[in-house]
Every structure is written in structure tokens, then in C-alpha cells.
């Protein structure tokens, strides 16, 4: 579960600068998981950021940075 928020948490960040996720490996000595394979596409394209910003915040209020 802890994995769970901290993928959504890094793919919401990255969703800012226009960066996808096609997946997260979690990587231990003898073995690994893939969200990908695991097909926990819910985890890997969570909702907007925008929906969870203050309800006290128009959108039109929100400058976001240009990609690159």
C-alpha cells in the first residue's frame, strides 16, 4: 500500500511536467514487481492533480511551468 501512494504521489508530480509512466519496478535482491505487468494501470494513471487541489483555488488561478 505504501508503494501504492508513493507511485501515485511520483506520477501526479511528473503529470505537471507532461511526463507519463508506462511503469514502476519495485526492485529487492530476489525479486521485483511490476505495475505494468500486474496491469495496476490505476496506480500508474491516477487522476489529475487538479482534482485534488484546494476547492478554494479557481483553475484558471493555476499557472503551470511550459514543457520543455
Same mark, same amino acid.
Given at each position: 500500500?505504501? =508503494?501504492?501512494?508513493?507511485?501515485? #504521489? ?5 503529470? %505537471? ?7 514502476? @519496478?519495485?526492485?529487492?535482491?530476489? =525479486?521485483?514487481?511490476?505495475?505494468? #505487468? ?5 496506480? %500508474? ?7 485534488? @487541489? ?15
Amino acid at each position: 500500500k505504501a =508503494d501504492d501512494e508513493l507511485t501515485k #504521489n511520483i506520477t501526479q508530480l511528473s503529470s %505537471l511536467a507532461s511526463v507519463d509512466f508506462i511503469d514502476h @519496478l519495485i526492485v529487492s535482491t530476489d =525479486d521485483y514487481y511490476s505495475y505494468s #505487468n500486474e496491469c495496476r494501470y490505476d496506480v %500508474l494513471k491516477p487522476q489529475s492533480m487538479m482534482n485534488n @487541489l484546494s476547492p478554494f483555488l479557481e483553475k484558471e488561478e493555476i499557472i503551470l511551468p511550459n514543457p520543455l
